[in-house]
C-alpha cells in the first residue's frame, strides 16, 4: 500500500498593499524622507530657485550649526539625558570669543578657550543632573535663562564684530563644499560611529533603557554622565564658534532658545526617544535638513519669517507625539 505525498501547498502573499508597506516600514525613517520629498518637490514646483546649486550650498551651510548640536544632544538623548542650555551655550561662547579676538587673542587660543569654556558649562550641568534628583530638563533650562544674561553681560549690550578673523571657516569653501558643511559631516560621522561601534556608545543605550540594570551590570554611570554632558557643552562650544565665524560678529539680540529648540526638534523628528534607550545620527541628519528645507521653502515662496517658528513648534509637536506612538507601538509587539 502506496502512501501520495499531497504536494505543498504554495504560499500564500497578502494583498499587494500589505507587501508594500512592509517595505516600506523595512526601510530606516521613511515616513521622515517621504515628508522630506514632498516638500522639495512641493517647493521646486512653486519656485525654481529653490533647486540651484548656490540654494542648496546655502541650505546646507545653514544647518550645519544645528547639526553639530544636534549630533551631541542626540548621543546626551539617547542615555536618558537632556540639555536644553546647548542653544545659550552657543551664543555665550561665541560672546566670549569675540571679546578675545578684539583684545588680541590668536585665533587658535581663542578656539580652545571657547570650546574649554562650553566643556566645563556641560560638565557644570553633568555635576547637577547626577549628583541630584533634579530633572535634567529644569538643570539646563535654569542654565540656558543664566547664560543668556551672562551673554548680555560679556557684550555689554553692544554688538562685537571680529572683522575678518575666522572669515574661512564660515564662509569659504572647498571643492564647493563650505567648511562649517565639513565640520558638521565630520562631527556626525564620528559621533555615529561612537554610538555604533564603541563601548561608551552602547554603555549610553544601556543607560537610556534602564540606569538601575546599567549600574548592576558594572556600567560606571557616573562617569558616562558626565562625559556626556562635557561633550555636549564641547559641541556647543564648537557650534559657538561656527556661528560668529558664519556671521563675522557676536550680538545681544540672538537667543539661544531658538538654536536650542530647533535642534531638540531635529532630534525628536529623527525618531530620539525622548525617553531614552534609542536614537540614530542618520534620522537626526534627516530632522536637521527637513527644518532647513522648511525654513528656505517659506523664505522662497515669500511667507513671513514669522511662520517659521510655528513651523517648527507645530513639527516637533507631531513629532513628539508619533515618537510616543511608536514606542508604544513597540512595547505590544
Known sequence: M??????????????????????????????LIAVLVIVVVATALQTDTFTTDTNIINILRQVSINAVIAAGLTLLMTAGGMDFS?????????????QLLTHG????????????LGILIGLVNGVVATFTTVAPFVITLATATLLDGVCLLVLNGQTISIGTRMFALGNEKVASVPYL?????????????????TVFGRDAFAIGGNEHVARLSGINVTARKLTLYATTGGLSGLAGLMTLSRLGSSSPGAGGLAIQLTAVAAVV???????????????TALGVILLGVVANALN???ISANWQPVS??????????????QKARSARH
Open 105 to 116: 587673542w590668536s585665533t587658535w587660543l581663542t578656539v580652545v578657550a571657547a570650546i574649554a
Open 269 to 283: 523628528i529623527g525618531g530620539t526617544s525622548l525617553a531614552g534607550g534609542h536614537g540614530t545620527i542618520l534620522g
Open 181 to 197: 558643511l565639513i565640520v558638521a559631516i565630520l562631527v556626525m560621522i564620528a559621533t555615529a560611529l561612537v554610538m555604533r561601534f
Open 300 to 302: 522662497l515662496v515669500q
Open 312 to 325: 517648527v513648534g507645530g513639527v516637533l509637536l507631531i513629532a513628539a507625539v508619533a515618537n510616543e506612538m
Open 86 to 98: 546647548m542653544g545659550s551655550i552657543v551664543v555665550v561662547t561665541a560672546a566670549v570669543a569675540a
Open 2 to 31: 502506496s502512501v501520495k505525498t499531497l504536494p505543498d501547498a504554495p504560499e500564500v502573499s497578502g494583498p499587494p498593499e500589505a507587501s508594500a508597506t512592509r517595505f516600506l516600514r523595512g526601510i530606516p525613517h521613511a515616513g
